[in-house]
T-cell receptor
Framework: DTAVSQTPKYLVTQMGNDKSIKCEQN?????MYWYKQDSKKFLKIMFSYNNKELIINETVPNRFSPKSPDKAHLNLHINSLELGDSAVYFCASSSQGDTQYFGPGTRLTVL | SQKIEQNSEALNIQEGKTATLTCNYTNYSPAYLQWYRQDPGRGPVFLLLIRENEKEKRKERLKVTFDTTLKQSLFHITASQPADSATYLC????????????FGKGTKLSVIP
């Protein structure tokens, strides 16, 4: 059973489009995260979210928005995609501040 | 500003030797430090967590030390094997109860048979 799953695994789209990436965790964790890993493999936190609070990294453009329909899901919506958004996006979850479990990643390519 | 530095982008080591990876940080007062392993095309996988009041932690062939005075953590893999080849990331909590982690850029370890 996959603990943290993401769909799609690959996403190729044109500049200017709006897209979503879905994330689900079946670990019963209360906190979920989105990370971006760029071409230099640098992993940067974008958001953390639990049922009380959304914390947004200040460098994330407001074209990116997390949406959580319930505790087990945290989807990432991206509006008006730009070339620089091309990267691998990882979802993760944890029980409060404990260790984080990562999904397999979504490779986004913006043409 | 806060910084996390992993001293080598890449480290090559002979099979059977001990690999030592370094993580230095500045302008942080972390409650804990974590080490993750990342294989190509996969998400990071948690290895070890060490808290600020702990000096050393072990798990099988892995050992982590944490020196809050030097602001440094060392990650050791003893009796290294080719299967240990991967990128190793250190991560610090960002404090203020946010549960967010800030990652170093990683060290790519290659264990040569």
């Amino acid at each position: 059973d996959t603990a943290v799953s993401q769909t799609p695994k690959y996403l190729v789209t044109q500049m200017g489009n709006d897209k979503s990436i879905k994330c689900e965790q079946n670990l019963g964790h209360d906190t979920m995260y989105w990370y971006k890993q760029d071409s230099k493999k640098f992993l940067k936190i974008m958001f953390s979210y639990n049922n009380k609070e959304l914390i947004i990294n200040e460098t994330v453009p407001n074209r990116f928005s997390p949406k959580s329909p319930d505790k087990a899901h945290l989807n990432l919506h991206i509006n008006s995609l730009e070339l620089g958004d091309s990267a691998v996006y990882f979802c993760a979850s944890s029980s409060q501040g404990d260790t984080q479990y990562f999904g397999p990643g979504t490779r986004l390519t913006v043409l | 500003s806060q910084k996390i530095e992993q001293n080598s982008e890449a480290l090559n080591i002979q099979e059977g030797k001990t690999a030592t990876l370094t993580c230095n940080y500045t302008n942080y007062s972390p409650a804990y430090l974590q080490w993750y392993r990342q294989d190509p095309g996969r998400g990071p996988v948690f290895l070890l967590l060490i808290r600020e009041n702990e000096k050393e932690k072990r798990k099988e062939r892995l050992k982590v030390t944490f020196d809050t005075t030097l602001k440094q953590s060392l990650f050791h893999i003893t009796a290294s094997q080719p299967a240990d080849s991967a990128t190793y990331l250190c991560a610090l909590d960002s404090g203020a109860g946010s549960y967010q982690l800030t990652f170093g850029k990683g060290t790519k370890l290659s264990v040569i048979p």
